[in-house]
């Protein structure tokens, strides 16, 4: 039996909900499990497979062998895109702090390391950062001079007019 995208969604919030304050209930629900392949589609669409897996893991419940696989094989790549990040990360602020801009990692790798029980229980897919209105141009010039670049055209401008923020890519 194959769960339906809705009904898989319902189960992962289910699930996640009882942790960590209600173990019993999650070990319930995981024992009613039909599908662990829909069930872990669903938490990857909602970026908490490593959260369900870490949990699932930690109260050994048993995967079927090939969902498993599957499984660790995405996390594991999740895992080196993470790492990726957290150089990007640790680079741009060893750049910044060279050409005298104050910055401040938001959300991201950096606040995953110090929240969470394990990092890469709490994937990101870009890197934050604050500096001051009056650091933006050496930021950006500094950032340029690693390889990154600066989104350009209206858009850019009006973020930057109005929001104070720019967006790079490398």
Request: proline fraction near 5%; glycine fraction near 4%; include cysteine.
């Amino acid at each position: 039996m194959y769960l339906q995208p809705r009904e898989s969604e319902r189960l992962v919030e289910l699930l996640l909900a009882a942790l960590p304050e209600n173990p019993a209930s999650f070990r319930q629900l995981c024992a009613g499990v039909k599908d662990w392949g829909a069930i872990f589609e669903s938490a990857e669409q909602n970026s908490i497979a490593a959260l369900l897996y870490h949990y699932v893991t930690e109260f050994q419940i048993a995967l079927p062998p090939a969902v498993e696989t599957v499984v660790k094989r995405r996390l594991t790549l999740e895992w080196l895109l993470q790492l990726r990040l957290r150089e990007a990360l640790d680079e741009a602020l060893e750049t910044l702090e060279a050409a005298g801009v104050r910055a401040v990692a938001l959300k991201g790798p950096l606040i995953a390391e110090r929240v969470y029980a394990e990092p890469f229980l709490r994937p990101s897919s870009d890197v934050d950062l604050l500096v001051a209105l009056s650091d933006l141009d050496r930021a950006q010039a500094a950032l340029e001079g690693i390889g990154y670049q600066a989104e350009k055209g209206v858009l850019a401008r009006y973020y930057r007019e109005n929001h104070h923020h720019l967006h790079f890519n490398r």
